[in-house]
């Protein structure tokens, strides 16, 4: 995003950027749940037009490197789920890869939706999640519609299709609005002009609250489902 050189502060303290990635290059390869099953049944570099590859390593272990910003945001000790490491922090070690930590029991909802960050940032919006917060937070809209592109729905959509996974209730969302064609495109926000995305954001925000019943009905048996507080019609918190 033009900001490149802030990347070093992933080297605070006495680790190098250089040795950050030396060490998570070196982790042991994982099989937890279907991740390799599903990364075998995809061919990449026909889908992307990318060379890159997928490496998984386990998420406990991937903390327990004690890394300056090894979980994102949203991530937390023995969730059953995963993240997409920053690929600054791997690529000088291993141009070759990108790396996925993952907990031992991923579900399939969670693996699709790092695996579409993956296919996203290889061949789509080029935009790597967990580095989006400081453009949110200028323009004051929800990082998740900065992070969750046209692109990125689109892998969402083809990956839960091809391999029969029941996405969770916040990936219905996206794939909903995905669908009525509301998610910011990736070059909308590579061109950081702030009100095109802000009117994008506030725009989807107002449409939910307009479909509150409709978006409720589609996710209240989906996985992750947080009913709305009573006294509150369903929906109203969106």
């Excluded at 386990?58 to 997409?84: M, P």
Aim: charged share 25%.
């Amino acid at each position: 995003m033009g900001r490149e050189d802030e990347l070093n502060l992933f080297g605070i303290g006495e680790m190098s950027v250089e040795e950050m990635g030396a060490r998570i290059t070196a982790l042991p390869p994982v099989r937890h749940g279907r991740c390799q099953e599903i990364v075998d049944a995809l061919d990449i570099k026909a889908l992307t037009g990318s060379d890159m590859g997928i490496k998984f390593v386990d998420l406990e272990t991937y903390d327990g490197l004690g890394l300056f910003g090894s979980l994102q945001r949203g991530e937390s000790r023995g969730r059953e789920g995963g993240i997409f490491v920053n690929i600054h922090k791997t690529i000088g070690a291993d141009p070759d890869h990108v790396y996925l930590a993952v907990s031992k029991n991923i579900d399939d909802a969670s693996l699709i939706h790092q695996l579409a960050h993956v296919l996203d940032y290889l061949g789509g919006s080029r935009l790597m999640p967990g580095t989006l917060e400081p453009l949110a937070f200028e323009l004051d809209i929800p990082v998740e519609h900065l992070e969750h592109t046209e692109e990125f729905g689109h892998w969402l959509c083809y990956l839960a299709e091809k391999f029969r996974v029941t996405l969770d209730a916040d990936d219905t969302i996206i794939a909903y609005l995905h669908n009525k064609g509301l998610l910011l495109k990736g070059r909308e926000i590579q061109g950081k002009n702030g009100f095109i995305i802000k009117s994008k954001s506030d725009r989807i925000l107002r449409f939910l609250k307009e479909h509150q019943e409709e978006v409720d009905a589609l996710i209240r048996t989906r996985p992750g489902y947080i009913g709305p507080p009573a006294g509150k019609k369903p929906g109203d918190s969106l």
